[in-house]
Protein backbone atom coordinates (compact mmCIF):
# COMPACT_ATOMS: atom_id res chain seq x y z
CA UNK A 1 0.00 0.00 0.00
CA UNK A 2 1.30 3.78 -0.93
CA UNK A 3 2.21 5.44 2.08
CA UNK A 4 -0.56 8.29 0.87
CA UNK A 5 -3.28 5.53 0.55
CA UNK A 6 -2.63 4.64 3.98
CA UNK A 7 -2.54 8.07 5.47
CA UNK A 8 -6.01 9.02 3.73
CA UNK A 9 -7.48 5.60 4.74
CA UNK A 10 -6.36 6.08 8.54
CA UNK A 11 -8.06 10.11 8.36
CA UNK A 12 -10.87 8.68 6.99
CA UNK A 13 -11.27 6.18 10.06
CA UNK A 14 -10.64 8.43 12.54
CA UNK A 15 -12.83 11.25 10.62
CA UNK A 16 -16.05 8.84 10.85
CA UNK A 17 -15.00 7.57 14.78
CA UNK A 18 -15.17 11.11 15.68
CA UNK A 19 -18.55 11.09 14.24
CA UNK A 20 -19.66 8.09 16.00
CA UNK A 21 -19.03 9.84 19.61
CA UNK A 22 -20.49 13.18 18.54
CA UNK A 23 -23.91 14.05 19.69
CA UNK A 24 -26.64 15.00 17.14
CA UNK A 25 -27.27 18.52 16.92
CA UNK A 26 -30.36 17.83 18.16
CA UNK A 27 -29.12 16.52 21.06
CA UNK A 28 -26.65 19.43 21.83
CA UNK A 29 -29.35 22.26 21.20
CA UNK A 30 -31.69 20.55 23.84
CA UNK A 31 -29.10 20.04 26.44
CA UNK A 32 -28.31 23.37 25.81
CA UNK A 33 -31.27 24.69 26.54
CA UNK A 34 -32.62 22.25 29.17
CA UNK A 35 -35.08 20.69 27.14
CA UNK A 36 -37.44 23.43 26.76
CA UNK A 37 -38.77 25.79 24.00
CA UNK A 38 -36.74 29.17 24.22
CA UNK A 39 -39.78 30.36 23.24
CA UNK A 40 -42.49 29.32 25.46
CA UNK A 41 -40.64 27.16 28.19
CA UNK A 42 -42.49 23.79 26.86
CA UNK A 43 -40.31 21.11 28.24
CA UNK A 44 -41.89 17.68 26.43
CA UNK A 45 -38.62 16.48 24.21
CA UNK A 46 -41.49 14.76 22.22
CA UNK A 47 -42.99 18.36 20.93
CA UNK A 48 -39.29 20.01 20.72
CA UNK A 49 -36.89 20.80 17.84
CA UNK A 50 -33.60 22.14 17.02
CA UNK A 51 -34.45 24.41 15.01
CA UNK A 52 -31.56 26.45 12.54
CA UNK A 53 -31.11 29.77 12.88
CA UNK A 54 -29.75 30.23 9.10
CA UNK A 55 -30.91 26.98 7.71
CA UNK A 56 -28.78 24.32 6.46
CA UNK A 57 -28.17 25.28 2.96
CA UNK A 58 -26.92 28.40 3.59
CA UNK A 59 -23.13 28.80 4.05
CA UNK A 60 -23.50 29.96 7.43
CA UNK A 61 -25.64 27.10 8.12
CA UNK A 62 -23.49 24.90 10.25
CA UNK A 63 -25.02 22.83 12.79
CA UNK A 64 -23.56 24.12 16.27
CA UNK A 65 -25.36 25.51 19.23
CA UNK A 66 -25.20 29.02 18.43
CA UNK A 67 -26.74 28.50 15.22
CA UNK A 68 -29.48 26.84 17.06
CA UNK A 69 -32.38 27.47 19.28
CA UNK A 70 -34.68 24.62 21.18
CA UNK A 71 -37.81 25.40 20.13
CA UNK A 72 -41.19 23.73 20.06
CA UNK A 73 -43.25 22.62 16.90
CA UNK A 74 -44.87 25.11 16.54
CA UNK A 75 -42.75 27.80 17.69
CA UNK A 76 -39.95 26.26 14.59
CA UNK A 77 -42.68 26.45 12.39
CA UNK A 78 -43.25 30.24 13.36
CA UNK A 79 -39.50 31.46 13.53
CA UNK A 80 -38.88 29.40 10.19
CA UNK A 81 -41.25 30.88 8.23
CA UNK A 82 -40.59 34.56 9.54
CA UNK A 83 -44.38 34.97 11.68
CA UNK A 84 -42.10 35.44 14.73
CA UNK A 85 -38.02 36.92 15.06
CA UNK A 86 -35.78 37.34 16.95
CA UNK A 87 -33.62 40.72 17.60
CA UNK A 88 -29.65 40.24 17.56
CA UNK A 89 -30.53 41.09 21.10
CA UNK A 90 -32.58 38.11 21.99
CA UNK A 91 -36.38 39.81 21.94
CA UNK A 92 -38.96 38.27 20.33
CA UNK A 93 -40.64 40.21 17.39
CA UNK A 94 -44.15 39.14 15.82
CA UNK A 95 -44.94 40.30 12.49
CA UNK A 96 -47.39 43.18 12.46
CA UNK A 97 -50.09 41.77 10.78
CA UNK A 98 -49.99 38.78 13.14
CA UNK A 99 -50.95 41.03 15.66
CA UNK A 100 -53.58 42.81 14.45
CA UNK A 101 -55.52 39.26 14.00
CA UNK A 102 -58.35 37.96 16.44
CA UNK A 103 -58.07 34.10 17.06
CA UNK A 104 -58.14 31.32 19.73
CA UNK A 105 -55.80 30.89 22.60
CA UNK A 106 -52.58 29.50 20.24
CA UNK A 107 -52.86 32.88 18.43
CA UNK A 108 -53.19 34.90 21.60
CA UNK A 109 -50.97 33.38 24.21
CA UNK A 110 -48.65 31.05 21.89
CA UNK A 111 -47.90 33.77 19.39
CA UNK A 112 -49.07 37.60 20.16
CA UNK A 113 -47.85 37.86 23.82
CA UNK A 114 -44.65 36.57 23.11
CA UNK A 115 -43.59 40.03 21.40
CA UNK A 116 -41.10 41.83 23.41
CA UNK A 117 -40.14 39.20 25.77
CA UNK A 118 -36.41 37.79 25.87
CA UNK A 119 -35.71 34.24 24.78
CA UNK A 120 -34.65 31.73 27.08
CA UNK A 121 -31.16 31.56 27.10
CA UNK A 122 -28.29 28.83 27.45
CA UNK A 123 -26.98 28.97 31.08
CA UNK A 124 -23.14 28.70 29.42
CA UNK A 125 -22.64 32.07 27.53
CA UNK A 126 -20.63 29.95 24.97
CA UNK A 127 -23.79 28.35 23.77
CA UNK A 128 -25.66 31.30 23.61
CA UNK A 129 -27.08 32.04 20.03
CA UNK A 130 -24.28 33.98 17.31
CA UNK A 131 -25.75 37.43 16.96
CA UNK A 132 -24.41 37.78 13.73
CA UNK A 133 -26.79 35.11 12.48
CA UNK A 134 -29.10 36.28 14.00
CA UNK A 135 -29.12 39.47 12.51
CA UNK A 136 -29.20 38.05 9.27
CA UNK A 137 -32.12 36.12 10.24
CA UNK A 138 -33.85 38.83 11.37
CA UNK A 139 -33.20 41.36 8.15
CA UNK A 140 -35.40 38.64 6.50
CA UNK A 141 -38.27 38.44 9.15
CA UNK A 142 -38.34 42.18 8.86
CA UNK A 143 -37.97 41.97 5.00
CA UNK A 144 -41.27 39.77 4.85
CA UNK A 145 -43.08 41.79 7.65
ZN1 LIG B 1 -42.74 27.00 22.17
Known amino acids: MEDSTYFKRSYITSTIRQRLHQKSFR ?44 LCKIHHAAFDSNIIGITPDYKIMVREDILLEKDGPMLRHGIQQLRDQKIILPKSKLLWPDQNRLEVKYNRFREVG
Open 27 to 70: ERVLEAYSSQCAFCKLKHTELLDAAHIIPDADELGEPMVNNGLS
